[in-house]
């Protein structure tokens, strides 16, 4: 049961028997319960359409709601217009059942009608490990993934692997200068090429697994194998974190296939491209760049860009309608550029959508942590996982918006106390967990059991529990995992409260078999709620 969907269609169809004009209907959860368990505004935006007095019209659409009680216990009218609901003792029992035979489909919808979705993120160079950004784009993605498949979209997730180019030339040539250093003769790294400590234990690696033919081969290959053994290690720091990719897309598969010149024809098809100095460029210029881009060089050679674009039109060829890709703060004007060539080639204005993923400012006890203390380079992904634990990284992680700055501070995610969000949200797992241990096999509750529920930590809990589809919809659609990880905190909130204030196991074996059955509710949102951030509900701490 979804009590939102339910106030909603009746003030559909009040609008409707009104011959009011079909508007878009947005309920809110009023902070304080005394104000209603849902609130809306509708009245104020028909004013200006209609030229009548908010109130006037709330007051018509209140008298046209049809409800025989077993819904609506009844609707105030306060302020300007607003429309503040109170639903009956009914609705709350029928949630209740209805969590408790759905299960961890509860908040499940079809919003999404099925729609191909693919969301890219991370998509790291396989040059070197991966850092706190990439950390933070790995939990965002990721539980956005799950939220869209909970309501309704065919969405997946994709690495994007660039093991091809100068890059790769350059991870090479660091890795046959660090082997030549081992086996005991002179070497330098190459201009733009590889410093950091994983370069050396690469090159151990290549010894040890060919001797010295890692020398004997060329750069380009020397390269690609690196990228592959870093790549290996990308996806298991990443399965460590709980993120497990649909496909990693190799850009090599492009020129595999040759998409990168099929791309740059079409592009010239629609007269995008044009010769300047023996090389290729692209007008982006009429898709506001402030600069037109090079696409070939003079020498022939293609740049970045066009295989990127050759690769988001391979998308639209796997049936995707909608791509997302999260990139970090310095990739700004490359989203630009993408969806200025997405446009270029044809495709539909809002196929591509670009997510900034903003800084992350690194911390410990306050102070600013710029270097790893093993290896006086940048901290790993790895590194901060290992410290503080998939769910305290993932949970900071989702605190904020994606186009916030985010401070993550070592220590406060190391800390197991209540202080620490994710440990409140676990705990209020755990102690359920505790209590059904204690409880034995008590039985199902009745509905006679259940209206037994009358306090008003009760029916608080209740109420918390009837917004979870309401936040998973909304998060799923306005990508915006931050609010279910806000949602579960004022979740676990409602319940510590109401296990200090209502006794679950008493003498009463009706109530405590509601009451368990209410805690069986509050877990199940739990346990699904934890589940599309991508974190655990331990049973016990």
């Avoid at 790995?138 to 997730?157: E, I, P, T």
């Avoid at 050759?310 to 004007?333: C, I, M, Q, S, T």
């Avoid at 203390?373 to 992904?381: A, F, H, S």
């Avoid at 877990?523 to 655990?536: S, V, Y």
């Amino acid at each position: 049961m979804n009590v939102s969907k339910v106030l909603t269609d009746l003030l559909h169809q009040a609008l409707d028997d009104l011959k009011y004009p079909d508007t878009e209907i947005t309920l809110e959860s009023p902070p304080d319960p005394k104000m209603g368990d849902r609130s809306c505004t509708i009245a104020l935006a028909l004013a200006k359409q209609l030229k009548r007095a908010p109130r006037q019209i709330a007051e018509e659409i209140r008298d046209a709601i049809k409800t025989d009680g077993s819904i609506i216990e009844r609707i105030e009218i306060a302020g300007a217009g607003y429309l503040n609901f109170f639903c009956s003792e009914e609705v709350w029992l029928q949630l209740l059942q209805s969590i408790l035979s759905t299960g961890p489909d509860y908040g499940s919808s079809d919003t999404g009608k099925n729609e191909k979705r693919l969301f890219e993120f991370v998509s790291a160079n396989p040059t070197g490990p991966m850092n706190i950004v990439s950390a933070r784009a790995a939990a965002l993605g990721d539980s956005m993934v799950r939220l869209q498949k909970k309501v309704g979209f065919s969405a997946d997730s994709e690495f994007y692997v660039n093991d091809s180019g100068k890059q790769i030339r350059l991870l090479g040539e660091s890795v046959q200068a660090r082997a030549r250093e081992l086996q005991g003769e002179t070497a330098e790294i190459p201009d733009g090429g590889y410093h950091g400590a994983y370069i050396k234990d690469l090159a151990k690696r290549a010894l040890d697994e060919s001797a010295a033919n890692c020398l004997e081969v060329s750069a380009e290959l020397t390269g690609r194998w690196a990228a592959d053994k870093l790549r290996e290690g990308q996806e298991a720091t990443l399965e460590e974190y709980g993120v497990k990719f649909d496909r990693w897309f190799r850009e090599s598969e492009l020129y595999t296939d040759n998409s990168h010149q099929k791309t740059l024809e079409r592009l010239k098809a629609n007269g995008h491209i044009y010769e300047k100095d023996g090389a290729l460029f692209f007008r982006t210029t009429e898709f506001g760049d402030d600069e037109d881009r090079v696409v070939i060089t003079s020498d022939g050679r293609p740049t970045y860009f066009l295989p990127d674009i050759a690769y988001h039109l391979n998308k639209a060829e796997r049936g995707y309608v909608r791509v997302f890709d999260l990139l970090g703060p310095d990739h700004h004007g490359h989203g630009k550029r993408m969806q200025a060539a997405m446009k270029a080639a044809g495709m539909p204005d809002d196929f591509l959508e670009i997510i900034i993923v903003q800084q992350v400012n690194l911390l410990r006890g306050g102070e600013p942590v710029k270097m790893s203390k093993r290896t006086g380079e940048m901290v790993t992904m790895k590194e901060l996982l290992d410290e503080v634990g998939a769910d305290a990284a993932r949970q900071i992680f989702l605190s904020r918006k994606w186009s916030s700055h985010l401070d993550f501070d070592i220590e406060s995610a190391k800390d197991r106390s209540e202080k620490s969000p994710v440990f409140y949200v676990q705990y209020a797992h755990a102690r359920i967990c505790s209590i059904f241990r204690k409880a034995g096999d008590r039985g199902d509750a009745s509905l006679n059991d259940l209206e037994k529920l009358k306090a008003a930590e009760e029916r608080n809990l209740m109420r918390s529990l009837s917004l979870f589809p309401d936040v998973v919809e909304s998060a799923a659609l306005y990508l915006a995992p931050h609010r279910l990880n806000t949602y579960l905190g004022d979740l676990a909130t409602a319940f510590h409260h109401f296990y200090h204030e209502c006794r679950v196991i008493s003498e009463d074996e009706g109530l405590t078999r509601a009451r368990l059955a209410l805690c069986r509710a509050v877990q199940i949102a739990l346990i699904e709620g934890l589940r599309l951030m991508g974190m655990t509900a331990p049973e016990r701490m």
